[in-house]
C-alpha cells in the first residue's frame, strides 16, 4: 500500500485561557513551525442557557432577559477578543501566521461548523475529563465524533508545556 500523506495547512484551536487550551496552543505552534500551517484560535460563547431554561417558566415579565442576555453576550465577546489578542500577539511575534475568531452558539457545533467553513485539515483542543476515568469531556466527544478532519485532543496527562 501506498503512503499517504496528508498536508496540515490549517490548525483549528478551540481556545478558552486554561491551561489544557494552553497546551492543546502550544502543541498547535509547535506543528505550525514544523509544517508552516496557519492556527485559527476559536472561543465560544455558548448561548444554549442563556437565559437559563428552568428559571424562566417562573418569570411573568422577560422582557428584560433579552436585553439581559444581549449584554452579557456583548460583555463576554468583548473579554474573549481580549483574550485572545493578547495571546495571538505574543504569537505572531514568533512569526506564526494565527487568527481568531469569537463565536457564539453551542461551543461543539461551532467548532465543527468553523474546521468546516475554514477547511481545517487539523483541529488540537484540550478535554476536561469527565469525573468517569478515562472519558472525554462532552464537548471534545462530540467534536471528535463529527469533524471532517482529524482530532487531536490534549488531556491534563499529556505532559505538554
Given at each position: 500500500?501506498?503512503?499517504?500523506y496528508?498536508?496540515?495547512?490549517?490548525?483549528?484551536?478551540?481556545?478558552?485561557?486554561?491551561?489544557?487550551?494552553?497546551?492543546?496552543?502550544?502543541?498547535?505552534?509547535?506543528?505550525?513551525?514544523?509544517?508552516?500551517?496557519?492556527?485559527?484560535?476559536?472561543?465560544?460563547?455558548?448561548?444554549?442557557?442563556?437565559?437559563?431554561?428552568?428559571?424562566?417558566?417562573?418569570i411573568?415579565?422577560?422582557?428584560?432577559?433579552?436585553?439581559a442576555?444581549?449584554?452579557?453576550?456583548?460583555?463576554?465577546?468583548?473579554?474573549?477578543?481580549?483574550?485572545?489578542?493578547?495571546k495571538?500577539?505574543?504569537?505572531?511575534?514568533?512569526?506564526?501566521?494565527?487568527?481568531?475568531?469569537?463565536?457564539?452558539?453551542?461551543?461543539?457545533?461551532?467548532?465543527?461548523?468553523?474546521?468546516?467553513?475554514?477547511?481545517?485539515?487539523?483541529?488540537?483542543?484540550?478535554?476536561?475529563?469527565?469525573?468517569?476515568?478515562?472519558?472525554?469531556?462532552?464537548?471534545?466527544?462530540?467534536?471528535?465524533?463529527?469533524?471532517?478532519?482529524?482530532?487531536?485532543?490534549?488531556?491534563?496527562?499529556?505532559?505538554?508545556?
Open positions: 500500500m501506498e503512503d499517504m496528508i498536508p496540515i495547512k490549517k490548525i483549528l484551536v478551540p481556545y478558552d485561557g486554561d491551561e489544557i487550551s494552553d497546551k492543546a496552543l502550544s502543541k498547535a505552534i509547535e506543528i505550525s513551525n514544523a509544517l508552516k500551517a496557519k492556527i485559527f484560535m476559536i472561543y465560544v460563547i455558548d448561548t444554549r442557557f442563556l437565559p437559563p431554561p428552568n428559571m424562566t417558566k417562573f411573568q415579565d422577560k422582557s428584560g432577559l433579552k436585553n442576555a444581549d449584554l452579557l453576550i456583548n460583555t463576554l465577546t468583548k473579554g474573549a477578543e481580549k483574550m485572545l489578542d493578547t495571538m500577539s505574543k504569537i505572531k511575534r514568533k512569526n506564526i501566521d494565527i487568527k481568531f475568531m469569537v463565536r457564539i452558539g453551542s461551543t461543539a457545533d461551532e467548532i465543527v461548523s468553523l474546521a468546516k467553513t475554514e477547511n481545517a485539515d487539523l483541529i488540537i483542543m484540550g478535554s476536561q475529563q469527565m469525573k468517569k476515568e478515562g472519558t472525554l469531556g462532552t464537548v471534545s466527544r462530540k467534536v471528535s465524533e463529527e469533524a471532517n478532519c482529524p482530532v487531536m485532543i490534549i488531556n491534563k496527562k499529556s505532559g505538554l508545556k
